[in-house]
């Protein structure tokens, strides 16, 4: 029963997303704008409210509807909205597979977003880059709509276009490994990539993955220990 009374609530929101079709860019434009605000304010206090932390939860719910969750008329759930807030208040949570935890895991990005200092990403790292690839084109439409600039860290990017990305507005995706790598290198010679250009070494507010496996099972690897 409980089940189809959400197939029903899904298809009347999709029915409605159908037929206002001309509303969803200039929803999207509002949420863009009231979100460079947020950022804007946040930064000037240097600290978030509780009362922004639940707008931007309704914010990245409008813009999953008319994003990832149009054509089956999904909203987030209110479990996966509770995680997005626990990790965009750097906390630790278990979410079980098949849970929606990348679609979660942006909702926390972007609270992470608001709260960086200008000019640094928040990052999220994931086991391999492979995995950081699918997790980020899983959820581009969405920070796209809602005005979050998005990108991979890539071993192969020059250090021109690796500096650009990292010091820059919006969230990175990178392979754990690829991170720490690049950090290595950087500190041990260019300190160009994760410093600023007063030779200031940034601070990244960084969403990990699979923390028990990358702080436990991989533990003993040199750039964990690093």
Same mark, same amino acid.
């Given at each position: 029963?409980?089940? @189809?009374?959400?197939?029903?609530?899904?298809?009347?929101? @999709? @029915?409605?997303?159908? @037929?206002?079709?001309?509303?969803?860019?200039?929803?999207?434009?509002?949420?863009?704008?009231?979100?460079?605000?947020?950022r804007e304010e946040i930064s000037n206090r240097g600290s978030m409210l509780e009362s922004e932390r639940q707008e931007v939860l309704a914010l990245m719910n409008l813009g999953f509807m008319f994003t990832i969750g149009k054509d089956g008329g999904f909203t987030y759930r209110d479990g996966q909205l509770l995680v997005g807030a626990a990790l965009g208040?750097?906390? *630790?949570?278990?979410?079980?597979?098949?849970?929606?935890?990348?679609?979660?895991?942006?909702?926390?990005?972007?609270?992470?977003?608001?709260?960086?200092?200008?000019?640094?990403?928040?990052?999220?790292? *994931?086991?391999?880059?492979?995995?950081?690839?699918?997790?980020?084109?899983?959820?581009?439409?969405?920070?796209?709509?809602?005005?979050?600039?998005?990108?991979?860290?890539?071993?192969?990017?020059?250090?021109?276009?690796?500096?650009?990305?990292?010091?820059?507005?919006?969230?990175?995706?990178?392979?754990?490994?690829?991170?720490?790598?690049?950090?290595?290198?950087?500190?041990?010679?260019?300190?160009?990539?994760?410093?600023?250009?007063?030779?200031?070494?940034?601070?990244?507010?960084?969403?990990?993955?699979?923390?028990?496996?990358?702080?436990?099972?991989?533990?003993?690897?040199?750039?964990?220990?690093?």
């Amino acid at each position: 029963a409980e089940n @189809r009374e959400k197939n029903k609530e899904s298809g009347a929101l @999709r @029915r409605w997303i159908l @037929r206002n079709q001309h509303v969803i860019k200039p929803v999207g434009k509002v949420i863009q704008e009231r979100l460079q605000t947020l950022r804007e304010e946040i930064s000037n206090r240097g600290s978030m409210l509780e009362s922004e932390r639940q707008e931007v939860l309704a914010l990245m719910n409008l813009g999953f509807m008319f994003t990832i969750g149009k054509d089956g008329g999904f909203t987030y759930r209110d479990g996966q909205l509770l995680v997005g807030a626990a990790l965009g208040d750097f906390s *630790v949570v278990e979410f079980g597979t098949g849970e929606g935890k990348t679609y979660t895991s942006a909702i926390g990005l972007v609270l992470q977003y608001l709260q960086s200092p200008k000019g640094q990403p928040a990052v999220q790292l *994931v086991t391999t880059d492979t995995f950081a690839a699918d997790n980020l084109k899983e959820v581009k439409k969405l920070l796209d709509f809602v005005g979050v600039g998005s990108g991979k860290l890539d071993a192969n990017m020059s250090d021109e276009d690796k500096q650009k990305l990292l010091q820059s507005d919006g969230i990175v995706y990178s392979g754990v490994s690829t991170f720490f790598f690049e950090y290595l290198k950087d500190e041990g010679d260019k300190r160009k990539i994760f410093y600023n250009k007063d030779g200031v070494q940034l601070q990244y507010m960084i969403n990990i993955d699979e923390i028990d496996s990358i702080l436990i099972d991989q533990a003993a690897n040199a750039y964990i220990i690093s």
